[in-house]
């Protein structure tokens, strides 16, 4: 078994805060980097953040830096994304994922050792 479930999307007004979870099933996630990743209708999937596996590097979207913070509790076997100064414009499925290589790009599949199911995140008045 190895399963990542992600939770805490919702609906929220500009300007708002989400704090999204993802944890680990049936696998050590300090071993992989862990990324988030996103979709929003009619785009293509884009990486937002993600976060090496002690903690100690940490990349993000133009699209997100200084609204968005990704941490991580390995003892929880869990990551987070804390977002902030929501925009409509980040309303999107989210996806977490654990990653081989500490990157935001989706070009190599194998890079991708699971994926989350997502939580829906909608900004809006």
């Known amino acids: 078994q190895v399963q990542l479930v992600e939770s805490g999307g919702g609906l929220v007004q500009p300007g708002g805060s989400l704090r999204l979870s993802c944890v680990g099933f049936?696998?050590?996630?300090?071993?992989?980097?862990i990324g988030w990743f996103r979709q929003a209708p009619g785009k293509e999937r884009e990486g937002v953040s993600c976060?090496?596996?002690?903690?100690?590097?940490?990349k993000y979207a133009d699209s997100v830096k200084g609204r968005f913070t990704i941490s991580r509790d390995n003892d929880k076997n869990a990551g987070y994304l804390q977002m902030d100064s929501l925009k409509p414009e980040d309303t999107a499925v989210y996806y977490c994922?654990?990653?081989?290589?500490?990157?935001?790009?989706?070009?190599?599949?194998?890079?991708?050792?699971?994926w989350g199911q997502g939580t829906q995140v909608t900004v809006s008045q």
């Open positions: 994922a654990a990653l081989h290589i500490a990157t935001l790009s989706l070009i190599n599949p194998d890079n991708f050792r699971s």
């Open positions: 976060i090496s596996e002690s903690g100690g590097s940490t």
């Open positions: 049936g696998f050590p996630l300090k071993y992989y980097n």
